[in-house]
């Protein structure tokens, strides 16, 4: 498993518990539990955020990268007519090594 | 079709368009996978095309032909095999495209789309296969076969 889906996993754990912290809070009587229940929500949410803003980091690095190599590889005109060149010298080679 | 490929196209159709940052991830990475063939592929493809036109030069050599005759034996052979290297350009622009259309999405200059995502996706596939098949029909070259399931993705998927 990557640290991404680790991280995915991590956050959505925490969004969970804070949504089901916040539904416990509103249907809890005691104003105290409704409180610290409301705190906790908010808490597990902010967790959540930050861990799944760690991992929107590295995807944009990613997309950035991919980006700075989008033209990797590509058979340029030029290397097509070296390639032709090196076949013609190529051929060539073989009669003067005849010779 | 069998049920477990069906639900691989599924999953593999649900990852493509998940929502918010893991989507941006499967699908950069799913890119980033197209860009690494690309990139290993095209040196293999141009020395294929160079060893083929040549040796069509040796053969016509060995059998006492003029070195004019081999020169077109080899220039033919080379015209023959721009196929491999139209297609490997064309995969190479879809895959570019595909790039572009995340950059795009990650800027929040579009929103996700399950049927636009999976068909950048798709047409690197379709161009991929063709260059594959061109390869295949010029003789010793083998490039992986994808998975049949593709086939699976409704061909209207496609990019606009």
């Keep these: 498993m990557s640290d991404q889906e680790t991280r995915t996993i991590v956050a959505n754990v925490f969004a969970e518990a804070a949504a089901t912290a916040a539904q416990v809070a509103i249907i809890v009587p005691d104003p105290t539990a409704k409180a610290a229940l409301g705190i906790g929500a908010a808490i ?34 030029k290397m097509l007519a070296e390639d032709d060149d090196y076949i013609r010298e190529a051929v060539s080679d073989l009669y003067k090594s005849k010779d | ?27 950069a990475s799913v890119a980033n996978a197209m860009l690494e063939v690309k990139e290993h592929s095209s040196p293999l493809v141009r020395e294929a095309r160079r060893e083929a036109a040549v040796n069509s030069a040796r053969a016509v050599h060995d059998a006492g032909g003029t070195e004019d005759e081999a020169q077109a034996a080899a220039a033919e052979t080379a015209r023959r095999w ?70 699976l993705l409704p061909p209207t998927w496609g990019v606009q």
């Excluded at chain 1, 799944?52 to 700075?68: C, F, H, N, Y």
Aim: proline share 2%; glycine share 10%.
């Design chain 1, 44 to 77: 597990a949410g902010i967790i959540g955020s930050l861990i799944d803003s760690i991992g929107a980091e590295q995807t944009k690095k990613l997309v950035e990268e991919l980006q700075r190599r989008r033209n990797v590889g590509t058979i340029s005109d």
């Design chain 2, 1 to 27: 079709m069998k049920t477990a490929q069906m639900i691989l196209v599924a999953l593999i159709a649900l990852s493509v368009a998940a929502c918010g940052n893991e989507a941006l991830h499967i699908n």
């Design chain 2, 82 to 151: 721009l196929c491999a290297i139209d297609t490997h350009r064309i995969f190479g622009d879809a895959v570019g495209t595909y790039i572009d259309a995340i950059a795009l999405a990650q800027a929040g200059g579009t929103p996700f789309n399950l049927q636009s995502m999976i068909g950048y996706a798709r047409s690197g596939v379709s161009t991929y296969r063709s260059m594959r098949n061109c390869l295949v029909s010029l003789g010793n070259f083998a490039l992986p076969e994808l998975p049949g399931f593709f086939n």
